[in-house]
C-alpha cells in the first residue's frame, strides 16, 4: 500500500469509529447499568466458562454440566463466539465484563465497515464510495439487530471481506512466483478459517456464498492455477486440524441426543417487498428483519447506470453473487398477491437438519455483494463529480442515516441486581461446595430452538458467572431435548418451581429428599420479581419451603431474592428463632422485609395500610408460622384486625390445640393473648404456630372493588413472651 492509500485506510478507520459510536452510543453511555439484548447473560457466561474450563482441573470446555444440571451436556455445536474470549480475557480484570463486551460490540461494529472497505478499494472502487459501501454494512439494519442483542457471535460480517483480502493475497503471491510468500499467508488463512468457525459454526456457511466464486474466479485468472489450488488445500487442512484440536470439530463428532426441530414454515425472512421499502419499527426484534430502502435503490442505481468499467470486470459478478444469498434470505415463502413460491431456504434448512433457524441472516452477504456492485458501477460517475462530489456523497450520507434511522436506539435491558449472597456462595470453595448446585427459581432453561419457562428464569445464569456453582437453569445454542425438555410440565418439583405445574406437596417433598443429598443442592433462590412479589406463587413456594425445616431453611431475605440454604449444606442452617425486642421477648414482625423467614400457607403478600405492614390471612382455612424458640411457656400477642365482619380466632402448637377462643373485631386493630403452655411447645425447634379463623370473605364477592383474595384476618405483629409455665 501507498502512503496514501495507507492515509486513506487511517481516514476510513477514523469514520468507522465515530459511526460506531453513534450507532452504538446508547450501549455505551449505559455500561454498568444496562446491556443490549436479551441474549446478553449467555455471552458473558461463555468466557466466564471457557476461562473456569481452561483452568480447572477435571473440566472440559465442550463438556459441561453447570447448565442444566444434572445433565453432562456436549457443547460442540454451542455458540462460545470463542474468537473474541482473548480480547474479553484482557479487558474483564481491567474494565468488568460489562465494558469489555462492549468492547467487543464496538470493535465488531468497526471493522465490519472498515473491512468492506478495504476490499472495496482493492476492487477499484473510489474512495467516497467504498466509504458509503462499508457504512451501508456496518449499520445495516440487520446488523443493528446482532449489536443491540449482544449477538457477538453473528455481528462479525468483517470476516468476509477480510477473507477474500487475505485469497487475493495468496493469488497475487502465487502468480508472482513468491511460493514463500505464498505458504506463509497459506498458513495465515487457515488461521483465518480456525477463527471464523471459532466465531460461529455457521460462519463457513456465510463465507462459501462469497468466497467460493471469488476463488474459482482467481483460480481460473491465475497462471500457476494447481499451485494456487495447492494453496487453498493447505490452507483448509490447517483451519480444519486447528478446529478438531483447539476448536468443536473433535465434540461434534461424539454429541449424541435429539434435538428439538421445528418447521420451516415460521422461519422469518426479508419481508418482501415491504422490508426492502422501509426499516421495521421494530429492527430489534428477531422476527421483524428489514433492509431498509437506501440500500435496493442504490442498487438499482447501478444497475439503471449500466456502464462498462474496465478496472472493474468483475463487477457483475459480484451482481451474480448477490443474488444466492438474497433469495435465501427472503425466507422459505415468497407470497405476491395470491401468487405463493416456495424458495430455496427449504434446501438449506433441511440439509443443516433444522440448525441454520434465520434466513434472513443471510442478507449481509447480499448487501456486502450489492455494495461492490454498486460502488464499482458509481465510481466513475463520482470521479468525474470533481466540484460536486462532497455534496453528492453528504447526501447519500444523510438520506441513509434518515433511512435506517440512525439515530435510534432499541430498548436495553437493565443488569441484573446484583446479591451480597451469590458472593458468599462463591466464596464457599473446596470439597464438598465446588461440587454443590444452585437452583434459582423460577426454573428454565433454553435452547436456540425452544425457551422452556420464562424467558428471563433462562437469564438468571448470569449469576452463575458471580456465584460459579452449578444449576439448572440457562441457554446452550444446541442440546438433546431431554437435558431440558422435561422441565416444562413433567418434574413435579422443578416444574412447580418455574409455575408450570400445580403442587404436589408428597411428590415434590419426596423429590427434594432424594435430590438435595444426591445433587449436593446447596441453595434455592426464590426471585420474587420474577415469579411476582405479590403472587399466590411466591406464597406457595415460601410456605412450602418454610414446613420441610429438617431439608432447607431460610439463610437471607436480601431485596428480591429470598434464599433457601439446604440441610445438607456443611454450613448448616441460621435459628429461625425471632428478633428478641427485650428479655425473654420475640416478636415477629408481620409485613416485614424479614417475615418470609417463618411464614407458612395461609398468607397473603405484605402490604401496608397506612403507616402499618401486615398481611391478610386467608388464602388457607388457616395461616401458619414456623419458628424456634427457647424451651418455656409463653404468652403470645397477635395484633389483628377482621376484615367487614367479627371472627374468631383459635391457635394451634404443634398441632395442638389451645382451649382459648377470641373474637376479631372489624373495627380496629387489638391485641389478643394465648396462653402457650411449655409442653405443646416441647424443645422449641421446628415449631408450628397455626392462626384459625372463620371463613374469610373476598372483597370483589361485595362490590369493594376487583380484589379477589379471600381475606379473614389482617395481623401486624406476633409478640411471645417468656414465662414460667402455668
Excluded at 702 to 718: H, K, N, P
Aim: glycine content about 8%; proline content about 6%.
Amino acid at each position: 500500500m501507498t502512503s496514501r492509500s495507507w492515509g486513506l485506510a487511517g481516514v476510513a478507520l477514523a469514520f468507522y469509529g465515530l459511526m460506531a459510536f453513534l450507532i452504538l452510543h446508547p450501549i455505551l453511555f449505559s455500561t454498568g447499568t444496562h446491556v443490549a439484548g436479551y441474549d446478553y447473560f449467555n455471552y458473558h457466561w461463555n468466557f466466564w466458562w471457557l476461562r473456569t474450563a481452561s483452568s480447572t482441573p477435571g473440566l472440559s470446555v465442550y463438556q459441561s454440566d453447570f447448565a442444566m444440571f444434572p445433565f453432562v451436556t456436549n457443547m460442540g455445536y454451542h455458540a462460545f463466539a470463542a474468537f473474541w474470549f482473548p480480547m474479553w480475557s484482557l479487558l474483564e480484570p481491567l474494565m468488568g465484563t460489562l465494558a469489555a463486551m462492549n468492547s467487543i460490540i464496538f470493535t465488531a461494529c468497526v471493522l465490519n465497515g472498515w473491512l468492506l472497505f478495504l476490499l472495496l478499494r482493492r476492487e477499484c472502487a473510489s474512495p467516497a464510495a467504498s466509504l458509503l459501501g462499508g457504512l451501508a454494512l456496518q449499520a445495516a439494519p440487520n446488523l443493528r439487530y446482532f449489536y443491540y442483542n449482544t449477538h457477538i457471535n453473528l455481528m462479525d460480517w468483517f470476516w468476509l471481506p477480510a477473507l477474500i483480502l487475505i485469497w487475493g493475497e495468496i493469488a497475487r503471491a502465487v502468480d508472482d512466483h513468491r511460493t514463500g510468500r505464498a505458504l506463509l499467508i497459506a498458513c495465515g488463512f487457515g488461521i483465518a478459517l480456525w477463527g471464523l468457525t471459532l466465531t460461529d459454526l455457521q460462519s463457513p456457511i456465510f463465507a462459501a456464498f462469497l468466497l467460493v466464486p471469488y476463488g474459482l474466479l482467481t483460480v481460473w485468472r491465475s497462471q500457476a492455477r494447481a499451485r494456487l489450488i495447492a494453496a487453498g488445500v493447505l490452507a483448509v487442512v490447517i483451519g480444519f486440524a486447528l478446529l478438531w484440536f483447539a476448536g468443536p470439530f473433535a465434540a461434534i463428532t461424539q454429541f449424541k441426543g435429539t434435538l428439538a426441530t421445528g418447521t420451516v414454515e415460521d422461519r422469518p425472512g426479508v419481508p418482501f417487498p415491504t422490508g426492502f421499502l422501509r426499516m421495521s419499527d421494530q429492527w430489534w426484534e428477531w422476527w421483524a428483519p428489514s433492509v431498509g430502502a437506501w440500500i435496493p435503490f442504490v442498487v438499482i442505481g447501478a444497475l439503471v447506470i449500466g456502464q462498462r468499467l474496465k478496472s472493474a470486470r468483475w463487477r457483475w459478478g459480484w451482481f451474480a453473487v448477490m443474488l444466492p444469498p438474497l433469495i435465501f434470505a427472503l425466507g422459505p415463502t415468497l407470497t405476491i398477491g395470491d401468487l405463493t413460491l416456495p424458495l430455496p431456504f427449504r434446501f438449506l434448512y433441511a440439509q443443516t437438519a433444522g440448525m441454520f433457524r434465520m434466513p434472513w441472516r443471510l442478507m449481509p452477504i447480499a448487501i456486502i455483494a450489492g455494495m461492490a456492485f454498486a460502488a464499482l458501477a458509481f465510481t466513475p460517475l463520482l470521479n468525474r463529480m470533481k466540484a460536486t462530489r462532497g455534496l453528492v456523497v453528504g447526501a447519500a450520507l444523510l438520506l441513509f442515516i434518515a433511512d435506517v434511522r440512525l439515530y435510534e436506539s432499541a430498548p436495553l435491558t437493565a443488569v441484573p441486581q446484583p446479591y451480597q449472597f451469590y458472593e458468599t456462595i462463591r466464596s464457599e470453595t473446596g470439597a464438598p461446595y465446588a461440587d454443590s448446585v444452585v437452583i434459582e427459581i423460577p426454573t428454565g432453561a433454553a435452547t436456540g430452538e425452544l425457551i422452556i419457562g420464562d424467558p428471563r428464569a433462562t437469564q438468571l445464569q448470569w449469576y452463575s458467572i458471580t456465584h460459579q456453582k452449578r444449576g439448572i437453569n440457562g441457554f446452550i445454542s444446541r442440546a438433546p431435548l431431554d437435558h431440558y425438555w422435561y422441565l416444562l410440565t413433567d418434574d413435579p418439583m422443578l416444574s412447580w418451581l418455574g409455575q408450570r405445574r400445580y403442587l404436589e406437596p408428597e411428590n415434590v417433598e419426596r423429590q427434594m429428599r432424594a435430590r438435595i443429598p444426591d445433587w449436593q443442592i446447596g441453595y434455592f433462590v426464590i426471585h420474587r420479581d420474577l415469579i411476582g412479589r405479590e403472587s399466590v406463587a411466591v406464597q406457595e413456594i415460601i410456605g412450602f419451603f418454610n414446613s420441610l425445616d429438617d431439608l432447607v431453611c431460610p439463610f437471607t431475605i436480601e431485596g428480591e431474592a429470598v434464599v433457601y440454604r439446604t440441610r445438607w449444606h456443611p454450613d448448616g442452617c441460621p435459628s429461625r428463632t425471632p428478633p428478641e425486642t427485650a428479655t425473654g421477648v420475640y416478636t415477629l414482625d408481620i409485613g416485614s422485609e424479614q417475615d418470609v423467614r417463618w411464614l407458612g400457607a395461609g398468607w397473603h403478600y405484605a402490604e401496608n395500610i397506612f403507616d402499618i405492614s401486615l398481611r391478610w390471612a386467608g388464602a388457607a382455612p388457616q395461616a401458619e408460622i414456623y419458628l424456634d424458640l427457647p424451651p418455656s411457656g409463653y404468652t403470645l400477642e397477635i395484633a389483628t384486625q377482621s376484615f367487614i365482619e367479627a371472627r374468631t380466632l383459635s391457635i394451634t402448637v404443634n398441632g395442638v390445640a389451645i382451649p382459648t377462643f377470641v373474637t376479631v373485631s372489624p373495627d380496629a386493630v387489638g391485641v389478643y393473648t394465648f396462653q402457650i403452655p411449655a409442653s405443646a411447645l416441647g424443645t422449641g425447634e421446628h415449631a408450628t404456630i397455626a392462626l384459625h379463623y372463620s371463613d374469610g370473605t373476598v372483597p370483589s364477592d361485595i362490590g369493594m372493588g376487583t380484589d379477589a383474595r379471600r381475606l379473614a384476618l389482617s395481623v401486624d405483629w406476633l409478640r411471645f413472651t417468656a414465662h414460667a409455665d402455668f
